[in-house]
């Protein structure tokens, strides 16, 4: 026993390098900024997977367990599920691909999905021509094929559940790439599952909806402005923020806020990002 304590103590007394911590919390930095991303999917799956054991609720069936992250989301009407979840790299491009299905009773769920995958195929048809087109002018214009072999297209299509309760899901689908110059688009979805209908800001605000959302905006976009009076935000004649209507993006927030959105440069200059306002009444 004794020898068994004085080994332990050895153990422990060890001395650890200085440097190497230093290059392990600079390896951890440099980690969690380039997977963060992967490695939330990766880990939002793991705990899916534990809740799938537990309670033994998976309904998955075979064609789409090949082809799917595995584990759904589950909600009392529907789940959204990953049919789709690779990375890989083929002829120059690096492909993170993420598709999200809802499995749910009902046309709307059925129109989704395909509205989705549409969407998805022409984004990743696009990419490829983009790319094709790219290189061509790139040789043709004095560059060689041992530089363009230096070269990548990143091609991201992924989604994000802004919230969900037993009937209603909130999510945007992501499609991206980045190479020359970076291209995005998102796309909202905002469902009432229970009676098979898109959700609208008029439901969520009532009949005042245009006033409420255009009232609170304005409020956000003058507190944006510093002590000098500049803002990001463009003026309404400049091709800044006028009003809503019925095409305006928005998303839910987990406690029920919709989050009126813009793309980049539509409102704003780039700084500002993608625009997102709260909708909250005074």
């Keep these: 026993m004794n020898e068994f304590k004085q080994a332990k103590e050895d153990y422990n007394a060890i001395a650890i390098p200085e440097q190497l911590d230093g290059l392990t919390r600079a390896a951890i930095r440099q980690g969690k900024r380039k997977y963060r991303q992967r490695r939330f999917r990766q880990s939002f799956t793991a705990l899916a997977a534990c809740f799938a054991v537990l309670f033994g609720v998976l309904n998955l069936s075979p064609t789409a367990a090949a082809v799917a992250a595995d584990i759904p989301i589950l909600n009392g009407l529907f789940k959204i599920m990953t049919i789709q979840n690779y990375t890989q790299k083929e002829n120059g491009i690096d492909y993170q691909v993420s598709v999200p299905e809802i499995e749910a009773a009902g046309p709307l769920a059925q129109q989704i999905n395909a509205a989705i995958q549409e969407k998805v195929d022409a984004h990743l048809a696009k990419t490829r021509q983009d790319w094709a087109d790219y290189q061509e002018a790139f040789l043709a214009t004095g560059g060689t094929q041992a530089e363009l072999a230096e070269r990548e297209m990143n091609v991201i299509v992924d989604y994000e559940i802004k919230s969900q309760t037993d009937t209603r899901v909130s999510f945007v689908v992501?499609?991206?790439?980045?190479?020359?110059?970076?291209?995005?688009?998102?796309?909202?979805?905002?469902?009432?599952?229970?009676?098979?209908?898109?959700?609208?800001?008029?439901?969520?605000?009532?009949?005042?909806?245009?006033?409420?959302?255009?009232?609170?905006?304005?409020?956000?976009?003058?507190a944006s402005a510093d002590e000098t009076g500049f803002s990001y935000f463009f003026p309404p004649e400049e091709g800044g923020f006028s009003t809503v209507d019925a095409d305006t993006t928005f998303y839910i927030r987990a406690d029920g806020v919709p989050v009126v959105t813009f793309a980049k440069y539509e409102i704003a200059a780039g700084a500002a990002g993608i625009p997102e306002f709260p909708i909250t009444a005074e």
């Excluded at 291209?183 to 098979?196: I, P, S, V, W």
């Design 174 to 222: 992501t499609l991206a790439e980045g190479w020359v110059a970076a291209f995005e688009e998102r796309y909202y979805y905002n469902l009432d599952l229970a009676n098979n209908q898109p959700l609208t800001l008029e439901m969520l605000l009532g009949e005042n909806w245009v006033q409420i959302c255009n009232e609170s905006i304005q409020r956000d976009i003058a």
